[in-house]
């Protein structure tokens, strides 16, 4: 079936960097954007950024540029979202979501990771 | 940067209509999308492109749009439909924003 596998829990310290991985399955891994969604606890969703993983064009939101880069691997189907500069703020769960061909909508969603920063 | 903006929560008793608003000034020219979050589990697509549903979303769910708000429907709440609902759509650059969330109660 159609899904996304994200890799598992993470912590770091403030100042340093964090890899996310998604691994899709079940469809065509280059004809869907790849989103990323963050929930801070006990917060509401943020969109941060997208990536076409058939030419590997991005874009964020304004709040991350310049930390944040996604990227993709075609040949095991896998996205990664890597953020830097971390901070206690960036504690969340972050969500890798699949773009709808034909609209704005995402509608498969990874299962989430946890990314803890703390000293 | 663009907003939207949701009631932070609705309360309704079991077989009432339910209905959520998300306002947002680009709303007369974007798609407004909805999305479910029951505690603790991934969001879920219920509305999209406005008011359409898709597949295996209760038909008690619905949305319209009427200029700058767009409107979630939820007719005859269940107690399973309690759960945290997000408007979604966005920008003039294509850039996602979601609204801040509505904590929808049915008790």
């Known amino acids: 079936q159609v899904q996304l596998v994200q890799s598992g829990a993470e912590v770091r310290e403030p100042g340093a960097s964090v890899k996310v991985s998604c691994k899709a399955s079940?469809?065509?891994?280059?004809?869907?954007?790849i989103h990323w969604v963050r929930q801070a606890p006990g917060q509401g969703l943020e969109w941060m950024g997208w990536?076409?993983?058939?030419?590997?064009?991005?874009d964020y939101a304004q709040k991350f540029q310049g930390r944040i880069t996604l990227t993709r691997n075609t040949s095991i189907t896998t996205a990664y979202m890597d953020l830097s500069r971390l901070r206690s703020e960036d504690t969340a769960v972050y969500y890798c979501?699949?773009?709808?061909?034909?609209?704005?909508?995402?509608?498969?969603w990874g299962q989430g990771t946890m990314v803890t920063v703390s000293s | 940067s663009y907003e939207l903006t949701q009631p932070p929560s609705v309360s309704v008793s079991p077989g009432q209509t339910a209905r959520i608003t998300c306002s947002g000034d680009?709303?007369?020219?974007?798609?407004a999308y909805w999305y479910q979050q029951r505690s603790g589990q991934a969001p879920v697509l219920v509305i999209y492109?406005?008011?359409k549903r898709p597949s295996g979303i209760p038909e008690r769910f619905s949305a319209s749009t009427s200029g700058t708000m767009a409107t979630l429907t939820i007719s005859g709440a269940q107690v399973e439909d309690e759960a945290d609902y997000y408007c979604?759509?966005?920008?003039?650059?294509?850039?996602?924003?979601f609204g801040g969330g509505t904590k929808l109660t049915v008790l």
């Open positions: 979501a699949r773009g709808n061909e034909d609209d704005d909508a995402f509608d498969i």
């Open positions: 079940g469809y065509t891994f280059s004809s869907n954007e």
């Open positions: 990536m076409n993983p058939n030419s590997g064009k991005t």
């Open positions: 680009a709303l007369p020219r974007k798609f």
């Open positions: 492109e406005d008011n």
């Open positions: 979604y759509s966005t920008d003039s650059n294509h850039r996602g924003v």
